[in-house]
């Protein structure tokens, strides 16, 4: 490098050095010139290298550098005031950035890792040759091959070929040598290299289904045997008094048999009504469709309320596909429990509805105390009414989702009391 610098300089210093030596100077002006035309060149060679040639060097290490992923080299003595300096700042820098996003992607590439061997779900990765490029633990132990045996083998060797083919996500019933049951398969394309990948993901759907299952269960066994454990033990009770009353035989022995008799009946009356209410909520038949005029369904349904007059606010004039009869029972839940909570402040009812989206929305409002809690509304059998069964809110819920609607109920901002909101598609 120093070389160049001389060489740059040389075609100066040899011009002047033969304007000395041509012209009329005395030997020892010419010597002294000359002497002083060299050092000039030296030392100009010098600052070149220093300030031009080494920071080019020193530029051209560090790209070379950047080039290599070596993101730890930096340039020293970069100075503001000049060009090159300018340039080594920037290359500094562009090597600061380049090292946080270098240990950020490999902090990200960790936790995906992470998150890929710890997560229940199966992920395969396949490139556009449909050979495994990428697979999870649970991938491993859906197949039962170890990843090392895996990588590169083809979709079909592995049994994995049909979940790259048809529709996705779609649910299958299928036997992986990991587990047999129901599966649900996604897919998904990305591109790695320039080159189009396939993302496979596989759940098992069974393990959840099972445990809903279980939690069904348990509800249904805890709420059957709640109600029916109310009915026998005063039955049971009871059964005891009349026994000891038929033994001894007192004056009015026949009035207290006749009450003993009449709340064995009564709880009779009150098991049978709670079977009947869960056989309705269980064989709900399937909806059958048909024109529903809203504007109609709403007035009718609202002027079945004798307890206390229901508000109506027109909506837009829609005709619905549903199940007339169903959507009656839906709406006449709903009115009588608001009237139940209005009846309770002495406030008032109104209901209408509005369209938005291809979907209109029934609402009914009330001005009663307001729902004391939500998480339960809609669990069969449960009420915060004395006499309440527990079983028109869900059985409203499970007539709206029939319907490919939704129902939920929500305690008001703008007053006391309680809004429920029913949602139908419109086609």
């Known amino acids: 490098m120093f070389a160049l610098a001389l060489l740059a300089g040389l075609p100066g210093t040899g011009l002047a050095l033969f304007l000395l030596w041509t012209g009329s100077f005395t030997p020892r002006t010419r010597w002294t010139l000359a002497l002083l035309v060299v050092l000039a060149w030296l030392a100009i060679a010098l600052v ?3 300030r031009v040639i080494r920071p080019l060097q020193t530029l051209a290490n560090l790209l070379g550098a950047l080039r290599e992923e070596d993101f730890s080299l930096r340039a020293r003595g970069a100075r503001p005031d000049d060009a090159l300096g300018l340039a080594l700042l920037e290359a500094n820098a562009l090597g600061s950035t380049l090292q946080e996003q270098r240990l950020g992607a490999l902090e990200a ?7 890929m061997g710890e997560i229940p779900v199966a992920v395969f990765a396949f ?60 897919r ?27 939690q069904a269960w348990q509800r249904l066994v805890r709420v059957l045997s709640h109600e029916i454990n109310n009915s026998l033990a005063p039955i049971y009770s009871l059964a005891g008094t009349l026994s000891g009353l038929l033994d001894q035989r ?17 709880r009779s009356n009150s098991l049978a009504r709670f079977i009947a209410a869960y056989t309705s909520l269980a064989r709900l ?28 606010i027109p909506g837009p004039g829609l005709t619905i596909r549903a199940d007339g009869d169903q959507l009656d029972q839906l709406l006449i839940n709903l009115l009588r429990n608001a009237v139940d909570a209005s009846l309770e402040t002495g406030g008032t009812v109104r209901t209408g509805w509005t369209a938005r989206d291809g979907r209109v929305q029934v609402w009914v409002e009330d001005e009663g105390p307001g729902l004391p809690e939500t998480a339960n509304l809609f669990v069969p059998f449960f009420t915060t009414k004395p006499q309440g069964s527990g079983i028109g809110l869900a059985l409203s819920r499970q007539i709206a989702e029939a319907h490919g609607g939704a129902l939920s109920l929500e305690n008001r901002l703008d007053h006391q009391g309680c809004t429920a909101r029913l949602e139908l598609p419109v086609g």
Do not use: K, M, Y
């Open 48 to 50: 070149l290298r220093e």
């Open 188 to 214: 998904g394309a990305f591109r790695q290299g320039g080159a189009p990948h396939q993302l496979l993901v596989i759940a098992d759907l069974s393990r959840a289904l099972r445990e809903e299952e279980r």
């Open 109 to 115: 590439t960790g936790l995906l890792r992470t998150v």
């Open 285 to 312: 038949p399937p909806p059958e469709p048909g024109p529903v005029n809203v504007a109609a369904w709403v007035n009718r349904v609202a002027g079945l309320e004798q307890r206390l007059p229901v508000q109506v």
């Open 127 to 186: 490139d556009a040759e449909n050979r495994l490029r990428l697979v999870n633990r649970a991938g491993e132990r859906l197949v039962g091959i170890p990843a090392r045996r895996l990588l590169r083998r083809h979709a079909n060797e592995i049994g994995l070929g049909g979940c790259l083919l048809g529709d996705a996500p779609r649910i299958i019933d299928h036997a992986f040598p990991g587990g047999a049951g129901r599966w649900e398969v996604r």
């Open 250 to 266: 007192a004056p009015d022995w026949e009035e207290d048999l006749r009450e003993g008799l009449a709340v064995i009946g009564g």
